[in-house]
């Protein structure tokens, strides 16, 4: 079955960029008509879409984090990957990464909403 991993560092300086990599197996990120979607939930905050890239490669992004965002793939690793910069401790979240056959759009928060959904890594913005 498709399995999700998250990794990245667990603590990131304000101003720096945060990176992000999902790593998909038993699948593959360029399955016809499939979308791989960053999501965050904030400590005692709700759920917040963050992004996407689709099966072509084409990213698009929450518009509130839009400026800040960037999304891409390494085919080859079968991976991909969450880059937001000038972060602040307004960012510290746990991450999830998720993929779905078809679109998502920025309310699509719910682990219920998608057809694969990954455990999550916590990133905490701090000096």
């Known amino acids: 079955q498709v399995q999700l991993q998250e990794s990245g560092p667990g603590l990131v300086k304000p101003s720096q960029t945060l990176s992000l990599t999902c790593t998909v197996s038993g699948g593959s990120i360029t399955t016809n008509a499939y979308y791989w979607s960053w999501i965050r939930q904030p400590p005692g905050k709700g759920m917040e879409w963050i992004g996407r890239?689709?099966?072509?490669?084409?990213?698009y992004y929450n518009p509130t984090l839009k400026s800040r965002t960037s999304i891409s793939r390494d085919t080859s690793k079968n991976q991909f990957t969450l880059q937001l910069s000038s972060v602040t401790p307004e960012d510290t979240a746990v991450y999830y990464c998720?993929?779905?056959?078809?679109?998502?759009?920025?309310?699509?928060?719910?682990?219920?909403?998608?057809?694969?959904w990954g455990q999550g890594t916590q990133v905490t913005v701090s000096s």
């Open positions: 890239i689709n099966y072509n490669g084409t990213p």
């Open positions: 998720a993929g779905r056959k078809g679109p998502t759009i920025p309310t699509m928060t719910s682990p219920k909403e998608y057809d694969y």
